[in-house]
């Protein structure tokens, strides 16, 4: 199997560009792709403010399970679903539960101290450790038959500029918190190279397309569709751009500045097409691990298309009584779960490339919040909501835990990616191995 610098000479033999690079690097005619063993992908979304438990949590446990109004858009995918409920962050020590809430989430440790005063009497820093997505990707990174060309990929909707606990949930190690990307030019960017021209929005493909032909010929009739159809995916996704840059104003926009991302109402738009995005790149074998990050803890987006005109940070500190907050709380769940729906469906209808089966029978999803209800901002009873086939887990479940650490469940995707960590995050919490799920 080719390596990276055998693989750069092929292509410079045959007189193609760099900007080539991520169209042709996992074809499987070319010997390129790393098919040595079944690919295998993780995805964490992350939405905030905790969930309504009566209107969330299902009342049955096993396979015989009902999907209450907070989750029934998974309905399609029910059989594909395995829905955790009692697992507990039981990371303590300095910062406010929601702090510890998404800084803990994926790291299993705890905060540094530090000087980041949040609603508790201890301020605190970044956490301590790596998440388990990095953990993950520095795995299959060290390993050629799953390296990737970026390993992992971090994409956000609507995360706030300012950089502190409340907005990372990604480590790559202890005090090295990550940021996602939320504005989707950038990541477009990232994948596929800069476009030379922001105000007009000329094509990528426009100095690609020569390269294409040249390559069309040594790859298979398979491979060739898969080109057109990632040229068709380019081009689509620059109009998709270009159409959410357009203001209702009396002039046009000299050039696309953060505003999109800056927008709250462009929140939908902006997930369909950071989902778009993530998928394609799976498509593509830039990743194995992704994390899809809406808002930040304490995230007050406004869901005006939703009809809710409060902030949902506000919202989720309203208490129980209030009616009108649990159906406005319960509405946003379900909107998360849409966005959840959504990623799902587009991984099932997309073939694996090289590979038996969809894109979504090798790629687990994990929904997560940093609270369990955001009224008490206990971090018991932590919203784990997976779906799809990456790790071989038994799906198509509700079950029902007594206060287990969520450091087991993080022990279990490592080993479900065959990475058999003893510990991950603090010890203390993994003394009954990682959550049995398969």
């Not at 990174?141 to 992992?152: E, H, I, L, V, Y």
Request: hydrophobic residues 35%; charged residues 20%; proline residues 6%.
């Amino acid at each position: 199997m080719p390596g990276t610098n055998s693989r750069r000479d092929f292509l410079r033999n045959l007189g193609l560009s760099a900007a080539t690079l991520p169209f042709v690097l996992n074809l499987p005619s070319l010997g390129f792709a790393n098919q040595a063993r079944r690919k295998q992908r993780l995805v964490v979304m992350f939405s905030p403010n905790g969930v309504i438990p009566p209107t969330f949590w299902p009342d049955e446990e096993g396979p015989d399970y009902t999907l209450k109004e907070s989750l029934t858009p998974l309905a399609p995918f029910q059989d594909r679903t395995l829905i955790l409920n009692g697992l507990c962050d039981r990371v303590r020590g300095d910062g406010d539960s929601h702090m510890r809430g998404i800084g803990c989430l994926l790291t299993g440790t705890e905060l540094f101290p530090g000087n980041i005063q949040g609603g508790s009497h201890t301020p605190a820093g970044w956490a301590s450790g790596l998440s388990i997505d990095q953990e993950i990707k520095n795995f299959l990174q060290q390993d050629a038959a799953t390296r990737t060309r970026f390993g992992s990929l971090e994409f956000g909707v609507l995360v706030p500029d300012r950089a502190d606990t409340w907005t990372r949930m990604v480590y790559a190690g202890p005090n090295q918190p990550i940021a996602p990307i939320d504005d989707p030019y950038q990541m477009f960017e990232k994948l596929y190279g800069r476009m030379k021209d922001r105000e007009t929005l000329a094509s990528v493909l426009d100095d690609l397309q020569t390269d294409l032909k040249k390559i069309g010929n040594s790859v298979s009739s398979q491979d060739r569709q898969l080109l057109d159809e990632h040229a068709a995916f380019v081009r689509e996704m620059e109009q998709e751009l270009q159409a959410t840059a357009a203001v209702k104003v009396g002039h046009a926009m000299p050039e696309l500045e953060p505003g999109v991302k800056e927008d709250n109402d462009n929140m939908p738009a902006i997930s369909k097409m950071q989902i778009e995005l993530m998928v394609n790149s799976f498509l593509n074998d830039f990743a194995r691990t992704a994390t899809l990050q809406y808002t930040n803890s304490v995230g007050q987006a406004k869901m005006h298309w939703l009809g809710i005109d409060e902030g949902h940070h506000g919202l989720s500190h309203e208490p129980d009584s209030n009616e009108k907050a649990q159906e406005q709380l319960t509405k946003i769940n379900h909107w998360f779960a849409q966005q959840l729906a959504y990623l799902t469906k587009r991984l099932a209808e997309t073939p694996e490339p090289g590979g038996p089966g969809s894109l979504l029978d090798n790629t687990l999803i994990v929904w997560t919040n940093e609270l369990g209800k955001g009224n008490s901002h206990t971090l018991d009873n932590i919203p784990f909501v997976l779906v799809g086939g990456g790790l071989n887990f038994n799906m198509g479940r509700s079950l029902k835990f007594r206060r287990k650490p969520h450091n087991e469940l993080l022990l279990a995707l490592a080993h479900g990616f065959g990475h058999e960590l003893k510990t991950f995050g603090n010890p203390d919490f993994c003394g009954g191995g990682p959550l049995e799920l398969a």
